[in-house]
C-alpha cells in the first residue's frame, strides 16, 4: 500500500521556521523524485520544490529560493523528504503536500503519488 505522510505543520510568527517531513513507502521511492506543493485558500496548488531520486539535483520556486531547502533520507524501505523553510512570510501560509514522481519536473500532473498535506500558517 502506497503511503505519504506529511507532518511538522504548524502556526508560526513571520520570520520563524518549521520543518516538514514527508514518510514514503510502499513503492521503490528511492528511485522517484519526491517534490513539494502548496495549496493557499482560493488558489491553485504551486510547485515548491523538488529533489531527484540522488539527491544531488534540486529545484525551487522563485518565492521560496533562499529561504527553503529540500532534502531526503533513502532507506531501505520508507523514503523520508524534508522541506526545511526559514524565514516564514505571511504568504507561506498554505496546506503542504509532499508528491512523487517517477519522472521528476515542477508540474502536478507529472507526480504519481500524493500525501494528504500539511497546514502551515504564518502569522504577522
Known amino acids: 500500500q502506497v503511503q505519504l505522510v506529511e507532518s511538522g505543520g504548524g502556526l508560526v510568527q513571520a520570520g520563524g521556521s518549521l520543518r516538514l517531513s514527508c514518510a514514503a513507502s510502499g513503492r521503490t521511492f528511492s528511485t522517484y523524485t519526491m517534490g513539494w506543493f502548496r495549496q493557499a485558500p482560493g488558489k491553485e496548488r504551486e510547485f515548491v520544490a523538488a529533489i531527484m531520486w540522488s539527491g544531488g539535483i534540486t529545484s525551487y520556486a522563485d518565492s521560496v529560493k533562499g529561504r527553503f531547502t529540500i532534502s531526503r533520507d533513502n532507506a531501505k524501505n520508507t523514503v523520508t523528504a524534508y522541506l526545511q523553510m526559514n524565514s516564514l512570510k505571511p504568504e507561506d501560509t498554505a496546506v503542504y503536500y509532499c508528491?512523487?514522481?517517477?519522472?521528476?519536473?515542477?508540474?502536478?500532473?507529472?507526480?504519481?503519488?500524493w500525501g494528504q498535506g500539511t497546514q502551515v500558517t504564518v502569522s504577522s
Open positions: 508528491a512523487a514522481s517517477r519522472l521528476g519536473g515542477e508540474r502536478l500532473y507529472e507526480y504519481n503519488y
